[in-house]
């Protein structure tokens, strides 16, 4: 008992070490930042550290938790001299920051392990409990779907009036551009194969098809405005409906019912939710989707629903989020073929029946598309982090590139403005403006030539150039927030005749207020930590570790896995690139309790 008391002493002083010291390169008084450590409220801190560890009950190491916390602490690290001095050099200029960094390393290290198995123990804790008041009861229990239609439909009717006729994005826009023709951004950067036909497979040419079809009748009425509220509208029932039937799952999983409560009101008056549903873009559609396909795929290989009926669900739902996105054609190749290999052994017609959506959406893609002279979107969304690598070795580099070098790049991208554009977390700064859209293949494998042969010369700027780009998905302090991008004033050209200048909010000075309030709430301790993207990248790699930990199938994670890779060759950190695995983060994180408390048994259909 003695040893673990001093080992606890040691451990709470590496927590608090790390918490407050500066990890800034001091080159005048290194030790100068630790004076803070006599502030009375260290002490005090340190004293509820040590107490908190020692009442812990002591368990058995967990090799996961541990690796996890591992990787949490060496992603701040890097990310903190990435963020501060555009380079990692900083972690080892000297022996006396070498030193202060492994202790702060080891602090972080014990900080999230413990932080980690608090919440395991936490998530063990929650049990279920039948509601005995009789609101609840018809609410979560006799009525869970209709009750939570009317409820969140309640919640969203203000949003709808505040934001009416709807929040036209840029991509929403784009694609209206698209359905007449219009100019557009997307198009600005492919030869199409038909002039006159500009919808292309930049945006999801299904969802461009659908939206201008809409919009176009009441267009043609004379009533642009309606037609924008049409497709809110029809989106915002969707979204409801989809998120009603996440609540009734959560019956089918025995999920304590005050959780249930939590997650209605997170669905019902988090403007995540509330706002992104009269949004007008395809990521909102295709992130509900990828959630409703979630929700399937838990109750076809958790709760065992292998009926035809939740077969064609799943058929139909994973060939829906393939239309919607491009990244969905992966999800549903890595879903279905997952679930092909778990049945053949079983039923085989029904492993045979998973590939149909794969061979209907090749079809599609390969021989419908081009039939309607759909256009491929620009081959430049798949070289943004060789552009962004390529561009950061000009940066440091340029001596080092000889006249032909420099040709072969300026034929891909314009080598005048590298220097001036280059942003090391933006890479649309110069693959959106200024990719060459005339390269021959002979010039673009040129170009991949020079990226490879590049990278033997100096590897340590491509790495550099690719950390820059990821890692601020995973800034656990100072990463974006994921709430108002898509609420604030409307601005794009004129799409067709003067509907722009006519959809603005009808109601901009509510809107602002909403929205002040909203900031206010966000920046407050605890909950801020809510509204980071890095909360949910880092809790899907948790959920991901839990998984792996108790040996469950990881089926049900993939569309947010999915996702979540995309997140690795994304062009920039934005909100929009995680919104399909925030969508589904309610429904895991309900499920691994369930997982916890009920070993795997649930509430079956019948009951």
């Known amino acids: 008992m003695k040893k673990r008391k001093i080992l606890y002493l040691i451990i709470s002083f590496l927590i608090l070490f790390s918490i407050i ?25 340190y004293y509820g550290i040590y107490n908190l560890l020692i009442t812990r009950k002591e368990t058995k190491i967990n090799k996961y938790v541990l690796l996890f916390s591992l990787l949490m602490s060496t992603v701040l690290l890097v990310e903190y001299y990435i963020d501060t001095y555009d380079s990692i050099r900083y ?3 000297s022996y006396i920051q070498i030193i202060k960094n492994i202790f702060s390393f080891i602090g972080y290290s014990y900080m999230f392990y413990f932080l980690i198995d608090y919440i395991l123990i936490g998530i063990k804790q929650i049990k279920y409990k039948k509601a005995n008041n009789k609101i609840i009861k018809f609410i979560f229990e006799d009525h869970p779907f209709i009750s939570s239609f009317i409820i969140i439909l309640i919640c969203y009717i203000p949003i709808m009036y505040i934001y009416y006729p709807g929040v036209l994005m840029n991509d929403g826009a784009d694609v209206i551009r698209a359905y007449y023709c219009h100019s557009t951004f997307s198009t600005n950067y492919i030869n199409l194969i038909n002039p006159n036909v500009c919808i292309n497979t930049h945006h999801s040419a299904f969802y461009s098809y659908i939206v201008g079809f809409i919009y176009n009748i009441f267009n043609n009425l004379g009533y642009p405005i309606i037609g924008l509220f049409a497709l809110t509208f029809i989106q915002v029932i969707l979204q409801i409906v989809i998120l009603s ?8 999983l025995k999920t304590n019912y005050i959780v249930r409560t939590i997650i209605l009101f997170i669905f019902s008056i988090i403007p995540f939710f509330s706002i992104n549903a009269v949004g007008i873009f395809k990521d909102i559609p295709f ?17 065992k629903e292998k009926t035809k009926k939740k077969i064609i669900e799943i058929l139909l739902c994973s060939f829906i989020v393939a239309l919607l996105s491009n990244k969905g054609f992966y999800i549903i190749i890595l879903v279905l073929l997952s679930l092909i290999i778990s049945e053949f052994k079983n039923i085989k017609w029904k492993s ?18 081009p039939t309607l002279d759909v256009t491929k979107g620009s081959v430049r969304e798949m070289l943004a ?11 440091y580099y340029e001596d080092d590139l000889t006249e032909e070098d420099k040709e072969i790049i300026g034929n891909i991208i314009d080598y005048d403005i590298i220097k001036e554009k280059y942003n090391p977390t933006f890479a649309d700064s110069i693959k959106n403006k200024y990719f060459n859209k005339d390269y021959t293949d002979e010039e673009m494998s040129d170009f991949i030539k020079l990226w490879i ?9 491509y790495i550099s150039a690719y950390t820059h780009q990821v890692i601020g998905n995973f800034n656990i302090y100072r990463a974006p927030n994921i709430v108002f991008w898509n609420s604030t004033t409307v601005k794009y050209e004129p ?7 006519e959809s603005k909010f009808s109601h901009p000075t509510l809107a602002n207020y909403y929205q002040k309030i909203w900031k206010l709430i966000i920046i407050l301790p605890v909950i801020s930590i809510f509204f980071k993207i890095s909360t949910y990248c880092w809790t899907i790699l948790f959920i991901l570790f839990y998984f792996i930990i108790k040996k469950k199938n990881i089926i049900p994670l993939i569309p947010s896995l999915v996702v979540f890779l995309f997140l690795f060759i994304s062009p920039v950190v934005s909100m929009r690139y995680i919104d399909a695995i925030i969508y589904c983060m309610p429904i895991l994180f309900c499920f691994i309790i369930s997982l916890s408390n009920e070993k795997g048994k649930f509430k079956s259909e019948k009951e």
């Open 385 to 395: 982090i060789p552009i962004q690598q390529v561009a950061r070795y000009v940066v």
């Open 287 to 303: 992130s509900f989707f990828c959630l409703l396909l979630t929700d399937f795929l838990i109750e076809y290989v958790y709760l």
């Open 21 to 45: 010291i500066e990890s800034a390169y001091k080159t005048d008084d290194y030790l100068k930042n630790l004076k803070n450590i006599i502030c009375i409220f260290y002490p005090i801190a």
């Open 495 to 501: 799409i067709v005749d003067n509907l722009i200048e």
């Open 453 to 461: 042969k590049l990278f033997f010369k100096h590897p340590g700027v």
């Open 245 to 252: 039937y996440t609540i009734k799952l959560l019956k089918k």
């Open 91 to 93: 972690l080892y200029i």
């Open 352 to 369: 045979i029946v998973f590939i149909i959506p794969i061979i209907i959406y090749i079809l599609y893609s390969s021989i419908l598309l």
